[in-house]
């Protein structure tokens, strides 16, 4: 391919795309192209190629605008620097891969690449200063799977990142995560990624939490079911609920219909930096599906006895 091919031609986008679309469409064709996925494929080699030396210059803001200025006489894809005959050779760039898992994050991988190669080339061209004004290194993403309560009351973990390269150590990197933390957020501990010319990335830690048998969340409070009896729930009644701080009495008023939401003030979970929620005992009237002879006199009994309508009054009914 030409040094001089349009990069917005090869990663098939405009230039009116957003950065996260150009970085969208570099993934997908990374991974369609890789030759992990297409084995003594010249073309696509060639192609991967291609991909990988446009998303060097579109995939930084700073590069992007150098060539939407002076178009070719910006920085041009340049495939033969990603070759191991010129420029840069993958196994000259360190990178951690503790937090990496199959195929799917080789573009994460390949993200590293361009930021330590584009890095190392900037430095033997422009010297020291340019070095300190180098971007710094990749963000590593990382994912833990917490419990329930550990993600209410918070905790704190430990990861242990390896590198490639196997004259250096493991990296043991120790963290807190909040109180109050939701399945699928990401907490952020900087300086923790890669090593790159101006310092190093984050840590990008990618919270899971399993399922509790019982609580459920609901914003930051905490739901549990609690069946009634049809008696306790006509008469009322005191009993014991677990909670996360143990267990604790809850006051059944006479009359409570299912569906009742029975609050427990301040039993929930904590907002970032804020106060708990609360925590609702969700009342279900427990109906029996079968009934004796005898139950069945009683229960008529009591209806005749109530006089209820709960329908009165409803346009529909009669």
Known sequence: MSNSRDPYEILGVSRTATQEEIKKAYRR???QYHPDRNPNDKSAEQRFKEVRAAYEVLGDAQRRAQYDRFGAGGPAPDVRAWTTGRGVRFDDMPFDVGS??????????LEQ???QGSGARSRRKAGPRAARRAARGADIEHSIELSFEEAVKGTVREVVLTSSNTRAPSERIQFRIPAGVHDGQRIRIRGQGQEGAGGRGDLMVLCRIRPHPYFRREGQDILLDVPLTFAEAVLGTQIEIPTLDGVAVVKIPPGT???????????????????RGDMYALVHVHVPRTVTDRARELVTELDRELKQRPREGLGWAK
């Open 29 to 31: 064709l990374a991974k």
């Open 100 to 109: 990496i898992g199959g195929l799917g994050d080789l573009t994460s991988i």
């Open 113 to 115: 690449f361009f930021v």
């Open 257 to 275: 219909s299912s569906g009742t939401r029975l609050r427990l003030r301040g039993r929930g979970v904590a907002a970032l930096g804020g106060q």
